[in-house]
């Protein structure tokens, strides 16, 4: 930019070079200043908790700077922006990842030092942020980084959950469940904008109306909510760029309100006015099944209905007509939760700014893209027409024209192949009729992505087989990624600095593609020596960590080997603990000179399971129990750990990735979209232990099958045992492992015999039999792969080293230009 476009303030900001200095001094003034004015503590005494507070005001204040120069910048530069909606986003703790990707961590670190505080001790006093259940809610948070990082002029909304995912309390081996009270201490990184909000209707009637002299529609809410912006502004590394996380918050309207407050009850009309706050309150458990849950719906529709009103206002502060709208607004769809942005849109276009239907319609096609992130067509979601009608009528009278155009067009193409058409079909008839939410979206967007290549062929051949032959050019891929910021700057120091110094730079923490240096150096003694030290300090770091979670002592010799992920059937945590049960009655019946020959093992379990999936806590409970006879037995001593660690989090992972050796990603093949947890690992060096699914198919091609231990039925195969639905025999180890459980090896024989049904008698449709030699076979390659500890480093750097495909940099890329035809927009001071 020339000095004349700078504006006098922007001038003594340069001259200043930012208004807020980040020397130790200054930093600890901030700090000392936040803890005595913002906290309300006096500056000469406050415990850690309230320095960290101190500490993340003034980060804070760090992170406003950049996030106002960087609005104030795309507003200027009005280029073309993205909106990616998302109803979950597992943010984690914040401030680690703020300093770090804000270039002030050391200066942050020297600050406390001089005050007496230990960084790493404030940074564990943040809870973490969990709105969101597992891939998905992660993905968005790293896409966001990305997109910060990357320079693209891009807005996240969401919901603000009063409660987020629950917090995991295991009592004698079982799950409970407790209100996650995120909120109850502040949280610094949020703004809250009472001056942005918005009114977002429910219910009641649509009335037809004459305005000048054309047929309108005019929507009578009968009820009205509040949405209210917080904003949270996400650094990008690198750059000054600071992109908005804008998550919305219900709140009673302050509209006058005649109706209820008319009748003299003013107590219970103040106390039915609360009740709006429910909106935004809780976050859904991943049950998969929120079908015909009002609340659920109106959680969609509230978070949609802000962002859409938001996003409308934005674009009409600096244009005067929707010609140019859809050149300069992207959406982009998370999952189908957010797909009643579609009719929205088309609705304030056509209703509130007089649109024609066809202009309102050819915009949304223009600017709606879409990524499904599930493999079962169960996991789509349906609405019944009649709660939609009653929740949202204007919006289904929508939709049903939508249909109507669409059944036109097909009919046009395909003549009157009823058959397809009921298939296709928006609307799903039958006993209930249902609203198909991903067939609204494939109609209307321009794109559909799959989150790795074998879930596009999955999407093409089975969930969208009928769209693919329609429309094939609407069907893409972008395989997932993770951000190396989080998963291995912030979580993996030791690591970093050790790859920054072989590589004779750290500019691969923005061009991933430079982790390849790593391969010429994989076999070279002092790397492998080094690499070995860091990683044996993270397995130190993990062994407390297991100790202070479960009061157990683990060896760090051992080999670490981890299964971290929701707890799910097709995850396959069962077969894992079935593979441990073989393991322990394989050590209990040997001799001790064979004894001496065991690799021995810590195995890692941790998870989450839906309250509602029976199953799932049934195999967290035989985690527990198979842990305790193990643990305790004197015979096998350290040669076998189960442990299972409560309370999974995005924080648990950042200490237990780094110290794994093992990680295990062995979904029943063609289950797993996509699996990102795989990719934390890979980049933290850790051995993969996989079946070829979803975007394990990918990373064997980047590191080369010889750097992991493959196992389990290909997705072909799969497939034809389930046409055929052939019945494999129980192969003897397996066999003589679920008869352990069955006769109460571990107790509880009847709480556990829906788990032994599963595979014995109701058709292992998860084909733990079929895969149960090759799992222990791979367990044994990875023991001897494990002895011969050159071997395993080299692999270990190899793995870092191939990492690089599977940041989210690439896929934000990739989304920018292939999808949203968004360009990057950097803000220049
Ligand atoms: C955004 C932010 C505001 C900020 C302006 C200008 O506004 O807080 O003051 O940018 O920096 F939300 P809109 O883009 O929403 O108009
Ligand atoms: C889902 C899929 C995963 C995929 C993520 C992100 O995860 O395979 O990696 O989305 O695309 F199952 P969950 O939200 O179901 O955990």
Known sequence: DSGEEKGKAERVFEMMDGFLKNDPVSLQKDILDHVEFTVARSRFSFDDFEAYQGMAHSVRD?????????????????????????LEFLMGRSLSNSVINLGVRDQYMDALNQLGFSFEILAEQEGDAALGNGGLARLSACQMDSLATMDFPAWGYGLRYQFGLFRQVILDGFQHEQPDYWLNFGNPWEIERVDVSYAVKFYGTVEEKSLNGMNCKVWIPGETVEAVAYDNPIPGYGTRNTINLRLWAAKPSGQYDMESFGTGDYINAVIDRQKAETISSVLYPDDRSYQGKELRLKQQYFFVSASVQ??????????????????????????????LAIPEVIRVLVDEEQLSWKEACDIACKIFSFTTHTV?????????????????????QIIYDINFSFMEELKQRFGLDYNRLSRMSIVEEGAVKNILMANLSMV??????GVSRVHLDTLKSKVFKDFYELWPQKFHHKTNGVTQRR?????????????????????????????????????????QHE???????????????????????????????VQIKRIHEYKRQLLNILGIIHRYDCIKNMKDSE????????????GKAAPGYE???????????????????????????????????????????????????ISTAGHEASGTGSMKFLMNGCLLLATADGSTLEIIEEIGEENMFICGAKIHEVNMMREKGETIKMPLELARVVRMVRVGYFGHEEYFKPLCDSIESSGDFYLLGHDFPSYLEAQAAADMAFVNQKKWTKMSILNTAGSGKFSSDRTIGEYAEQTWGVEPCRCPF
């Open 310 to 339: 938001d996003i409308i206002r934005r674009f009409k502060d600096s244009h005067s007509s929707f010609d140019e709208f859809h050149e300069k607004i992207a959406l982009q769809l998370t999952d189908t939760h957010p797909s």
């Open 62 to 86: 760090r992170l406003i700077e950049r996030w106002h120069d960087t609005q104030q910048f795309f507003k200027k530069k009005d280029p073309k922006r993205l909106y990616y909606l998302s």
């Open 595 to 606: 004894r001496r020959r065991v690799v021995p093992r810590v195995c890692i379990i941790g």
């Open 444 to 449: 209307v967007c321009h794109t559909v992505n």
């Open 487 to 527: 998963w291995l700057v912030v979580s993996n120091p030791g690591l970093c600095g050790l790859i920054s110094k072989w590589l004779g730079t750290d500019s691969w923490i923005r061009e991933v593609d430079l982790l390849l240096g790593l391969r010429e150096h994989a076999e070279n003694e002092e790397l």
């Open 531 to 561: 690499w070995r030290m860091v990683r044996r300090v993270n397995k130190i770091r993990l062994v407390e960590f297991i100790e202070t979670m479960t009061g157990m002592k683990v060896s760090p010799d051992a080999m670490f080997d």
């Open 615 to 665: 199953m799932a806590k049934k195999i967290i409970k035989l985690c527990h129990s198979v842990g305790e006879m193990i643990n305790n037995d004197p015979d096998i001593g350290d040669l076998l750990k189960l442990i299972f660690i409560p309370d999974y989090n995005v924080s648990v992972a950042e200490i237990v990735i780094p110290g794994s050796d093992l990680s295990q990603h």
């Open 376 to 396: 079962v067509p169960e996991g789509l979601e349906k609405i019944p027409v009649d709660l939609l009608g009653s929740l949202l009528p204007r919006h289904l």
